[in-house]
T-cell receptor
Framework: DGGITQSPKYLFRKEGQNVTLSCEQNLNHDAMYWYRQDPGQGLRLIYYSQIVNDFQKGDIAEGYSVSREKKESFPLTVTSAQKNPTAFYLC?????????????FGQGTRLTVV | GDSVTQMEGPVTLSEEAFLTINCTYTATGYPSLFWYVQYPGEGLQLLLKATKADDKGSNKGFEATYRKETTSFHLEKGSVQVSDSAVYFCALSDHDSGNTPLVFGKGTRLSVIA
């Protein structure tokens, strides 16, 4: 079955450490997105990618970085510059960039700073 | 830019009660509209969608009608169950606007008690 897989489900980060969250899709979708979810804040867009080898900053990109070297993969790195990284992170994809279509989501990664 | 406003929760209902969650939007283009549901600890799942004015999306007893004249997409269900307890997100997809195409409301938490 096609879908989006995020790993790990739970991740713990020490102060000053970089961590990478994995997002893989086998839906053959062009566009991929990373969102951060905090209680009562809804979803906030971190980065998005329209196509392979291209990505743009979203509303809260500071302290994060991404790459899109393969169509099916869009990893998110939370760097030490992100001062408050504890949150639930969601990866999503859509078939094409210029289509008003629904997004498909992974199951999320919960990141906690220890 | 585009935006989605939905009623704040939490909403607590007794089983078999009628549910309405209000959602209004602003968009510069002609968006598609969606309701997503998020169960605890999981990603978002598409609940229903509508792509043009006066379309009614429906799924699992939930309904919402795309009202262009009032820029609304309210979610309704005639008789809620305990299993409907979740967070509900209203969203729009608007590539025509040139803004970020996926925009979400802040979510409304629904608790249904037996």
């Amino acid at each position: 079955d096609g879908g989006i897989t995020q790993s790990p489900k739970y991740l713990f980060r020490k102060e000053g450490q970089n961590v990478t969250l994995s997002c893989e899709q086998n839906l053959n979708h062009d566009a991929m997105y990373w969102y951060r979810q905090d209680p009562g804040q809804g979803l906030r867009l971190i980065y998005y990618s329209q196509i392979v080898n291209d990505f743009q900053k979203g509303d809260i990109a500071e302290g994060y970085s991404v790459s899109r070297e393969k169509k099916e993969s869009f990893p998110l790195t939370v760097t030490s510059a992100q001062k408050n990284p504890t949150a639930f992170y969601l990866c999503a994809s859509t078939p094409r960039w210029r289509m008003n279509t629904e997004a498909f989501f992974g199951q999320g990664t919960r990141l906690t700073v220890v | 830019g585009d935006s989605v406003t939905q009623m704040e929760g939490p909403v607590t209902l007794s089983e078999e009660a009628f549910l309405t969650i209000n959602c209004t939007y602003t968009a510069t283009g002609y968006p598609s509209l969606f309701w997503y549901v998020q169960y605890p600890g999981e990603g978002l799942q598409l609940l229903l969608k509508a792509t043009k004015a006066d379309d009614k999306g429906s799924n699992k007893g939930f309904e919402a009608t795309y009202r262009k004249e009032t820029t609304s997409f309210h979610l309704e269900k005639g008789s809620v169950q305990v299993s409907d307890s979740a967070v509900y997100f209203c969203a729009l997809s608007d590539h025509d606007s040139g803004n970020t195409p996926l925009v979400f409301g802040k979510g409304t938490r629904l608790s249904v008690i037996a």
